[in-house]
């Protein structure tokens, strides 16, 4: 999920460093309020062996991801194959229970793990004790022998009550141990409805 790309959000904080060790630190830049939730826009640079383990950690990431969605077709075309022939000697009502099973099977098997250490974790603590995992909308990188830099936007939703965000990120695999942190926005809500349609503000020039 992301926020409504036609809405203009409300920065309600910037600047904040969820965690750092020596070599690597993760921020968010800017936290964006929307009716419907929040947008948190976070970046983490890593420099000297840390950069490095990050930038492999990446790429190794990308050929499994790859590798899997390789896999996943090549099981979505088999059971469809399975599927008709069931068809032939089943029926269709028995093939297309055949093809929904494996379909949930496969799905199963392709869920994101976030224990591949890949990327920078971020959950959201609800006031009940519950933590809800963050997995971003949109990511960029770049990286050289000494540097490595990821921007990510991540998106919660609902608004949090109280306006309390309690966050907690880590990237153990690169240096970056867990750490949490306790953001309150004054009026939250309040601020939330004042994002307007991009096409209202577009009127006002």
């Known amino acids: 999920m992301r926020p409504d790309e036609e809405l203009l959000g409300v920065v309600v904080h910037s600047g904040l460093v969820l965690a750092r060790s020596q070599d690597v630190v993760a921020a968010l830049r800017r936290i964006t309020a ?16 840390h950069a490095q383990a990050a930038d492999r950690r ?14 996943r077709r090549e099981r979505e075309a088999t059971a469809q194959q ?24 496969t799905e199963r098997r392709y869920l994101p793990k976030f224990e591949e250490g890949d990327t920078l974790r971020l959950v959201v603590l609800t006031p009940a004790g519950d933590a809800q995992w963050l997995d971003a909308y949109q990511s960029t990188s770049s990286s050289n022998e000494e540097r490595y830099r990821l921007e990510a936007s991540y998106w919660v939703t609902p608004l949090p009550r109280d306006g309390l965000l309690t966050l907690v990120c880590a990237w153990p ?17 309040v601020r939330a409805v004042e994002a307007r349609a991009l096409w209202d503000v577009a009127e006002d020039f």
Do not use: C, M, Y
């Open 173 to 189: 695999e690169i240096g970056l141990p867990e750490a949490l942190t306790d953001v309150v926005v004054p009026d939250l809500a």
């Open 34 to 49: 929307f009716p419907a939730g929040l947008g948190l826009d976070a970046v983490v640079l890593a420099r000297a062996v």
């Open 82 to 105: 399975e599927s008709k022939a069931a068809a032939h000697w089943e029926g269709t009502a028995a093939a297309e229970r055949e093809r929904l099973r494996k379909r949930a099977i």
């Open 58 to 71: 990446e790429r190794e990431a990308t050929t499994q991801r790859n590798t899997e969605a390789a896999e």
